[in-house]
């Protein structure tokens, strides 16, 4: 079955600090992967998204995502982490006949000054 | 280009009642996408409508079900609800791949 991990919960980073956010996935094809963030109470933004190519992945706001097939795995990482990226951050996977996307639990930033 | 749009923003009702939710895709989009967001439970799947067809739905009771009109936009209805149904409701557009979300419902029952 389709599934998407995030293993951690709850991070606290420093403002300035580096930021790397664990996703692993179980997918039976070639997934599409997909990171979201959430602001309280708002609806999702897409950060990024990877289909095929290269494997590390750009996106919005300096984030950027490495899939790596041998591990499942499609982390989310950024170099320097600002106040206003405290959010909570959703990996998914798409794909299949019914094209719906498989959520994982997120992971909910705190950035300390 | 405008985004996903959805209405109302909050919505509040009472047990037993029946809520209808909206949303309005981007434009040329022809999938939308319903899940749920209820707290402690994550983002769950709910409905699939495709060409003003429903595709697929989610491990969800009868009683959510909805509709897509022939310009795309979708209903959901809600009927006989729970306190349990209190949740921020997600609708998403999409044309191939790319999921759009909008900025959600938030259903109250008490």
């Known amino acids: 079955a389709q599934s998407v991990t995030q293993p951690d919960i709850h991070i606290t980073v420093s403002e300035g600090a580096s930021l790397e956010l664990r996703c692993n996935y179980s997918?039976?094809?070639?997934?599409?992967l997909f990171w979201y963030v959430q602001s309280p109470g708002q609806g999702l933004q897409l950060l990024l998204k990877?289909?095929?190519?290269?494997?590390l992945v750009q996106g919005i706001k300096g984030f950027e995502a490495e899939f790596k097939r041998s591990q499942s795995s499609f982390n989310l990482r950024k170099p320097s982490v600002h106040w206003s990226d405290a959010a909570e951050y959703f990996c998914?996977?798409?794909?299949?006949?019914?094209?719906?996307?498989?959520f994982g639990t997120g992971t909910l930033l705190a950035v300390q000054p | 280009e405008a985004g996903v749009t959805q209405s109302p923003t909050h919505l509040i009702k009472t047990r037993g009642q029946q809520a209808t939710l909206r949303c309005s895709p981007i434009?040329?989009?022809?999938?939308v996408y319903w899940y749920q967001q209820a707290l402690g439970l994550g983002l769950q799947f709910l409905l699939w409508?495709?060409?003003?067809?429903?595709?697929n739905r989610g491990n969800f009771p009868p009683r959510f079900s909805g509709r897509q009109f022939p310009n795309y936009s979708s209903e959901l209805n809600v009927n006989a609800l729970e306190l349990e149904d209190s949740a921020l409701y997600l609708c998403?557009?999409?044309?191939?791949?790319?999921?759009?979300f909008g900025s959600g419902t938030r259903l109250t029952v008490v």
């Open positions: 998403a557009s999409t044309l191939t791949r790319g999921y759009t």
């Open positions: 997918y039976g094809a070639t997934p599409y």
């Open positions: 990877y289909f095929s190519g290269d494997t």
């Open positions: 998914a996977v798409g794909g299949g006949a019914t094209n719906k996307l498989i």
């Open positions: 434009s040329g989009h022809t999938s």
């Open positions: 409508y495709d060409e003003g067809e429903e595709r």
